[in-house]
């Protein structure tokens, strides 16, 4: 398998994994708080039916609780009394047998939400893997492409080594024809020839141990 395409499954499995995370940690963090709204309702309707009026419910931050009987005699969770902005909660009414009963309860809110997360970080361990998978194709991308980007280059080096092999094995071989027509020449001066045939042969040296000329 190349590595374009191992990167190109590792980050869809990762976006996958990133986003089925992120909705499943959005859906504890619903169901646990309408557990605690739920928990705080059975909570306030034992407490009415024992005669308290102002009940000190669990879920103080989200779930605000108001029952008026028919008598007019009301019941209320204690967090009445704290100041609360009625555009943040949704409110549910319900009047049975001239029983009025009042619920709010606390929107969404991604604030919450993220500070739901930061204080159990396991719910977002599936997103956490999901996001390391992208990572990794994205470094396995980079990394193809880099090799990619490499073969030219050692190939151009091969080439270039096997060409300037070529054009050494070619000089060696008309300095070695020059210096046998030299050694047969009987036109050119005795000293001349000498010195000719000296520095062929010196050329030829350097070549062979891979030196320069």
């Known amino acids: 398998m190349s590595k374009g395409l191992l990167s190109t499954i590792l980050i869809i499995l990762g976006v996958f994994l990133a986003i089925f995370g992120f909705y499943t940690s959005f859906e504890i963090y619903v169901k646990d708080k309408l557990r605690k709204s739920s928990e705080s309702i059975g909570y306030f309707l034992v407490k009415a039916m024992e005669g308290e009026t102002l009940i000190n419910t669990p879920d ?17 969770s204690q967090n009445i009394n704290f100041p609360f902005d009625k555009e943040k909660y949704y409110h549910f009414q319900k009047i049975v047998d001239n029983y009025n009963f009042n619920l709010y ?39 193809s492409q880099t ?59 350097k070549i062979s141990k891979g030196g320069k000329v």
């Open 105 to 143: 309860l606390k929107s969404i809110s991604i604030s919450e939400y993220i500070e739901y997360i930061v204080n159990n970080p396991m719910t977002i361990g599936i997103s956490l893997s999901g996001i390391l998978l992208i990572l990794t194709g994205i470094y396995t991308s980079l990394s």
């Open 60 to 76: 103080k931050l989200n779930t605000i609780l108001i029952l008026k009987t028919p008598e007019g005699k009301v019941y209320a």
């Open 147 to 205: 090799d990619e980007n490499r073969i030219p280059q050692e190939r151009e080096t091969i080439n270039t080594v096997e060409k300037t092999q070529s054009y050494e094995d070619e000089l060696i071989k008309r300095l070695k024809a020059l210096r046998i027509t030299l050694a047969t020449s009987k036109i050119i001066p005795k000293d001349s020839l000498e010195e000719a045939k000296s520095i062929i042969d010196s050329v030829l040296h």
